[in-house]
C-alpha cells in the first residue's frame, strides 16, 4: 500500500510544478495585456484628438468619431490605402444621427491623411527664390472675385508662399480691399493669419516678370493641389519665384461646381479663409441683425437671396441649367431626383412665386405666406412687396455713403485726402486729382451694397439661398460647417471630407419630391419672362420692363410703362402738341439726365386721352374709352456700360420728389442677331406678338394654332399668358417652349400686382404688343399683332404670309410705309350646331376645319362703318373693321412708339401716311368670334359663305401634330391632342 503511494507521490510532484508555472505565465500575459490595452486607448485618443483639431474643434458628436475613425482605419501603417469597403446607409440609420446634435458632413475618402502624415508634414520646400503665388483677375461678379481671391490664397498657404495680389484695375475687379481709406473692409485679422502682399502686385512690371512656364493653364490650375508635395517640389524647382495659378481663366473649381481643390487638409485650409474676411465695424453696423430697429422682431428667422429668373432673359435655362448642374454635381443616386427636381431648380430662380417649396426645413416653414418675416438679400430685379410687403428687411448702405462723403468733405484738403484713399488702379484713375467722390460714387454704392447682402445672409437662422450662384455659396462659407443643415442648400454645396453631400436628416425636411409622383410646377414657374413691374413711390405709375432700345445707331436706355408721371403737354400755334417729362433719369454715376416720353396718339389732344377720357374706371392705367397712358420712356443722354456683369438701378425722380420710380431688373434687349438695317437681303423673318391671352382650357386649340402659323410662315409667338393654366394648356405651351417656337411671358394678375387684370384695357394689351415690338427690334423683318381667337391667312393658293411680306415691304420702299393692316372676317360658324351625321362626318377633322364658314359681309357696325347707300359703301379701315396688323421691325431707324390696337396709333391722319392696307386676297384674319350676331339674335339671319382653309396647309398641321412623337414627354402633341378631344366629345368644346 505504502508503495502504491510514494509511486502516486511522485506522480503528483511534477504536476504541482506544471501549475505553478502556468499561473506565473498567466499573471504575466494580464500585466502585458493592460500595458496594451493603456497604450492602445492612447493611441485612439490622440487619433480623435488629431480628427477633432481638423475639423475646426472638439464640439463633433462622438458618434461622427466613430464614423471618421472606421475610414481612418483602413489606411495601413506605410500610410497606402486598403482597399475601401463600402458601407451601405439606410435612410432609418441616416435619419438616427438626428438625436445627436446637428452632424457636420462625416464621411473621409480613404487616402485622407487624418491619422498618418498630411501633405502639409511631409512638404518642405527650400528656402531659395522669392516663393510667391500670385493670379490673374478674370470679369466676374463681385463675390466671384472674392471666391478667387480665397482659392488663390488658400493655395498660397498650402504651398507654403506670399501671397501676392493682384492689382485692380477693371471696373469688374474692383473689390476695395487696397483701398483702405474707404473703410469698407477689416483685414488686420487676415493679414495676422496669412503671408499677404499687397504691394508687389501694384506695379504693372510684376506680370512681365513672371515666366510663361509659371503661368499655369486652367487645367495645371485644376491639378496642382491635387498633385502632392512630389509634384509641387518639382514646381518648386521650375518656379522658384512667383507661380501665377491659371492666369485669367477664371475660377478654380475642382471635382464638382463650386468645390475647393485638393486634399481634405487643403480645404479647410480654405474654409479656415471664411473666418479672417471681416467687414469694418462702420459698414457691418448696417446688416438688419445689427440695427436696434429690426431686433426682436422675428426677421432673424430667415434670410433669402433672390436672384432673378434667367437673368431676366428670354428663358430660364441660364439659372435652371446652372442649378441643375451643381445639384446633380454634388448628389449622388436616386437623392438627386428627390431634391434636383425641375419644381425645386426652377422656382429656385424666382423664389418668390413658389417659397414655401423652396424651404427645405420644418422648423421654417410656416402655415400661411403671411407669417414670413425675413431679412432680403435681392438682385433688385423684382419687386417683393408685391407679395411680400411689409414681412421683410433690408440692408441699406446710403448711411454709410453720405458719412463717407461728408468726411472728405470736410476735409481741409480733400484731393490730397482722396489721394491718400485711392490705391488701386481703378480707384487712383478715377480719382486722381479730384476733390469729391462722385466719380466713384456709383462704384462704392455697388460694392458696399452687394456686401452688405452678402453679410446680412450670415446671422439668420435659416438660409434660402440661390444653388447657382456665388453669393450664397460665400454666405454659406461664412456662416461655417456648423450651420450647414440650417439651409436649403449649404448642406450641398459644403462636404470637404467626402465627395457627395450628406443628406440632411429626413425627418426634419420637407418638400422632397416623391420619385414616384410627377412634378407639376405652379402656374407661376411655367413661364419663360418673368417682367419686372415695378410701381413708382404713388403707385400710380408701373414700369413693365427696363430696356436697351435700338435706336439711331445705339442701344438708348428705356422704360416701358403705363400710369401717370409728372410731364407738361404743349401746344405750338399751328396745334401741334409735344410733351414734356418733368422728371429726370439717374443711371450709376449719371445723374439728372433729361427724359423723353413717348406717348400713344390718338384722334384727340394728349391732354384729351391722357388726362380726360376714362375717368369713371377706377385704375390710374389704360383704360377703355381710348384713354392711352402706355407709353416709352427714353434716357437718350444716359450712357449704358457693357462692363459692368451688375447693372446699377435706372431711376426716374421729378425735381420735388413726388415722383419716383427705381427699377433693377436685367436690361430687355433684343434676343438673337440684330440685322443690318441697310442691308438689301429679304429675310422674310415674322414675328408673331400674341395679344394678352385668358380663357382658354381646351389645348386642341392652342397646338392647332401654333401648328398653323408656323406652317403659314411665322418664325416665333410670344405668348402673354394670362390665365391658361390648366395642366393640359401649360404641357402643350412646354412642348412648344422646347421646340422654341414660342416664349411664355407671365402676364398674370398675381405677377404683375394685379395690374394686368380686366381694368386695364384688355389685360394690359398695348403693353403687352409694345413690349413684344422692343424685344424684336433688329431680329425679325416684320411682327404680327393679333389675338389668341384669330388667324392670320396669306394669299391664296397655300394660305402662305410670304406674298403679304413681300407687298408690305414693296410699300415700304416704295412709298415710305412702315406697317400694313388687313381687314377681319368673323367666323360665324362658332355658333352653329351640327346634326348628328355632321358631327360624325367632322370627327377626324381639326377644330380649323370644323368652323369654315365666314360671314357673307361684314356687320356694320360692328365690323365696319357705314358710308351711306344702306350699307354698301362702308369703311373698314383700322378699327372700324376691326383690322389688324403688321409692322416692321427691322428697320431701327423707325423710332419706338406705344402700339394701338387696330393700327399703330388711334391717329388716322398719321395712320394714312404711314400704314398700307393690305386686299382680303393677300392677307387677313379670322375672327373666331361674333358675339355681336348672339347678343344681337341675328344668328338666323345672318349670311354665311364657305370659306374652307386650304387643304395642303390642314393637312400641314395635322401631319404635325399625328408626327409628333417626343420621348420626353408622356404625353406627345398628338396623344395630348388625343386626349383632348376624347374629353371634348364628353364635355363639350371650351376654347
Not at 203 to 210: D, G, K, P, R, W
Request: hydrophobic share 35%; proline share 4%.
Amino acid at each position: 500500500m505504502n508503495s502504491r503511494s510514494n509511486r502516486f507521490q511522485k506522480r503528483k510532484h511534477p504536476n504541482k510544478g506544471f501549475f505553478r508555472y502556468a499561473f506565473i505565465v498567466l499573471i504575466s500575459a494580464a500585466v502585458l495585456l493592460s500595458i496594451l490595452t493603456l497604450f492602445l486607448s492612447r493611441l485612439a485618443i490622440q487619433k480623435d484628438n488629431a480628427l477633432k483639431e481638423q475639423l475646426g474643434g472638439t464640439g463633433i458628436p462622438h458618434l461622427e468619431v466613430r464614423t471618421l475613425r472606421k475610414q481612418i482605419d483602413q489606411t495601413n501603417d506605410d500610410g497606402s490605402k486598403k482597399v475601401p469597403v463600402e458601407e451601405t446607409i439606410t435612410p432609418e440609420q441616416r435619419t438616427s444621427k438626428v438625436e445627436v446634435e446637428p452632424l457636420k458632413p462625416n464621411v473621409l475618402p480613404a487616402d485622407n491623411p487624418i491619422g498618418g502624415t498630411s501633405n502639409s508634414d511631409i512638404y518642405q520646400p527650400p528656402k531659395t527664390g522669392k516663393r510667391l503665388l500670385t493670379y490673374g483677375r478674370f470679369g466676374g461678379r463681385l463675390n466671384n472675385q472674392l471666391f478667387q481671391f480665397i482659392t488663390s490664397l488658400q493655395h498660397a498657404k498650402v504651398l507654403k508662399r506670399t501671397f501676392v495680389v493682384p492689382n485692380e484695375v477693371r471696373d469688374v475687379d474692383w473689390t476695395g480691399m487696397f483701398d483702405a481709406g474707404f473703410g469698407i473692409w477689416d483685414l488686420d485679422s487676415l493679414n495676422n493669419a496669412y503671408d499677404i502682399d499687397w504691394t508687389t502686385g501694384l506695379s504693372a512690371e510684376f506680370a512681365l516678370t513672371i515666366p510663361k512656364n509659371c503661368v499655369l493653364t486652367p487645367a495645371e490650375g485644376r491639378r496642382l493641389l491635387n498633385s502632392g508635395p512630389k509634384s509641387w517640389e518639382k514646381w518648386d524647382e521650375m518656379c522658384p519665384d512667383v507661380i501665377d495659378i491659371a492666369g485669367s481663366t477664371g475660377l478654380l473649381f475642382c471635382d464638382q461646381q463650386h468645390q475647393f481643390c485638393g486634399d481634405y487638409e487643403a480645404k479647410m485650409e480654405a474654409y479656415k479663409i471664411y473666418e479672417h474676411i471681416k467687414l469694418s465695424a462702420s459698414l457691418l453696423q448696417y446688416i438688419p441683425s445689427k440695427r436696434e430697429e429690426f431686433k426682436n422682431k422675428g426677421y432673424d428667422e430667415l434670410a433669402i437671396h433672390s436672384r432673378r429668373a434667367g437673368e431676366g432673359g428670354y428663358d430660364w435655362e441660364l439659372c435652371v441649367n446652372g442649378n441643375a448642374k451643381t445639384c446633380r454635381g454634388h448628389i449622388s443616386g436616386s437623392d438627386q431626383d428627390k431634391f434636383c427636381n425641375t419644381r425645386t431648380m426652377k422656382g429656385n430662380c424666382a423664389a418668390w412665386l413658389d417659397l414655401d417649396w423652396q424651404i427645405k426645413s420644418k422648423s421654417a416653414l410656416k402655415k400661411n405666406q403671411r407669417e414670413y418675416k425675413f431679412v432680403l438679400a435681392s438682385d433688385g430685379t423684382h419687386d417683393w412687396n408685391i407679395d411680400f410687403k411689409n414681412q421683410f428687411v433690408v440692408a441699406n448702405n446710403t448711411d454709410w455713403l453720405l458719412a463717407l462723403e461728408r468726411k472728405v468733405n470736410d476735409d481741409a484738403d480733400p484731393e490730397k485726402m482722396i489721394e491718400t484713399m485711392a490705391v488701386s488702379a481703378l480707384s487712383h484713375s478715377k480719382l486722381k486729382r479730384q476733390k469729391d467722390l462722385s466719380r466713384m460714387r456709383g462704384k462704392l454704392d455697388a460694392l458696399t451694397a452687394t456686401l452688405l447682402d452678402l453679410f446680412s445672409l450670415v446671422d439668420s437662422k435659416y438660409l434660402l439661398g440661390a444653388y447657382y450662384s456665388t453669393l450664397s455659396l460665400n454666405a454659406c462659407y461664412f456662416r461655417g460647417l456648423d450651420r450647414v443643415y440650417d439651409s436649403n442648400m449649404c448642406w450641398m454645396l459644403m462636404h470637404p471630407n467626402s465627395k457627395h453631400a450628406i443628406i440632411p436628416p429626413f425627418q426634419e425636411t420637407v418638400n422632397v419630391k416623391d420619385p414616384n409622383l410627377d412634378d407639376h410646377l405652379p402656374a407661376a414657374l411655367m413661364s419663360d419672362v418673368e417682367h419686372a413691374f415695378v410701381r413708382s413711390d404713388d403707385g400710380n405709375f408701373i414700369a413693365i420692363d427696363r430696356y436697351l432700345v435700338q435706336f439711331k445707331g445705339k442701344q438708348v436706355i428705356g422704360i416701358l410703362g403705363d400710369g401717370l408721371v409728372p410731364i407738361t403737354i404743349m401746344e405750338n400755334d399751328n396745334g401741334e402738341e409735344t410733351v414734356r417729362a418733368d422728371f429726370t433719369c439717374a443711371y450709376g454715376d449719371e445723374h439728372d439726365s433729361p427724359a423723353t416720353v413717348i406717348l400713344m396718339k390718338g384722334n384727340q389732344s394728349y391732354n384729351e386721352h391722357y388726362y380726360k377720357r376714362g375717368e369713371k374706371y377706377n385704375t390710374p392705367f389704360s383704360t377703355n374709352g381710348d384713354r392711352f397712358r402706355t407709353m416709352i420712356i427714353l434716357c437718350e443722354k444716359l450712357n449704358y456700360d457693357r462692363s459692368l456683369s451688375r447693372h446699377p438701378p435706372l431711376m426716374l425722380k421729378s425735381p420735388d420728389g413726388k415722383f419716383s420710380l427705381t427699377i433693377g431688373s436685367t436690361f430687355q434687349r433684343p434676343v438673337g442677331q440684330v440685322m443690318n438695317a441697310k442691308s438689301t437681303v429679304n429675310h422674310d423673318k415674322l414675328v408673331h406678338c400674341l395679344n394678352p391671352a385668358y380663357g382658354l382650357k381646351d389645348p386642341r386649340w392652342i397646338i392647332e394654332y401654333l401648328e398653323y402659323h408656323r406652317a403659314v410662315g411665322v418664325a416665333h409667338v410670344h405668348v402673354y399668358n394670362v390665365d391658361m393654366h390648366s395642366p393640359e394648356v401649360q404641357s402643350a405651351l412646354q412642348i412648344y417652349r422646347d421646340e422654341k417656337f414660342i416664349t411664355r411671358h407671365d402676364w398674370s394678375g398675381k405677377a404683375s400686382g394685379d395690374y394686368t387684370t380686366k381694368k386695364t384695357y384688355e389685360h394690359a394689351k398695348w403693353a403687352a404688343q409694345t413690349d413684344c415690338a422692343l424685344r424684336s427690334r433688329g431680329i425679325y423683318d416684320y411682327a404680327l399683332f393679333s389675338d389668341l381667337d384669330e388667324i392670320a391667312v396669306g394669299g391664296y393658293p397655300g394660305g402662305h404670309l410670304a406674298p403679304a411680306l413681300e407687298m408690305c415691304q414693296e410699300a415700304k420702299e416704295k412709298r415710305g410705309k412702315i406697317a400694313c393692316s388687313f381687314n377681319s372676317n368673323t367666323v360665324s360658324s362658332i355658333y352653329t350646331k351640327l346634326n348628328d351625321e355632321e358631327e360624325l362626318a367632322m370627327k377626324d377633322k381639326l377644330i380649323l376645319e370644323r368652323y369654315d364658314r365666314i360671314e357673307a359681309k361684314p356687320h356694320c357696325p360692328s365690323n365696319c362703318k357705314c358710308l351711306g347707300n344702306n350699307c354698301s359703301i362702308m369703311d373698314r379701315k383700322f378699327h372700324s373693321g376691326r383690322q389688324k396688323y403688321i409692322v416692321n421691325v427691322r428697320d431701327l431707324t423707325i423710332p419706338p412708339r406705344p402700339m394701338w390696337t387696330h393700327a399703330l396709333a388711334r391717329d388716322y391722319d398719321e395712320m394714312n401716311k404711314i400704314m398700307e392696307v393690305l386686299p382680303d386676297e393677300v392677307m387677313h384674319v379670322r375672327h373666331y368670334q361674333g358675339h355681336w350676331y348672339k347678343n344681337n339674335n341675328l344668328l338666323n339671319s345672318m349670311e354665311e359663305k364657305e370659306a374652307p382653309l386650304s387643304t395642303t396647309l390642314m393637312d400641314t398641321v395635322r401631319s404635325s401634330i399625328s408626327g409628333s412623337r417626343d420621348k420626353k414627354y408622356k404625353f406627345s402633341k398628338r396623344l395630348m391632342y388625343a386626349k383632348a378631344k376624347d374629353t371634348a366629345l364628353l364635355n363639350g368644346v371650351e376654347w
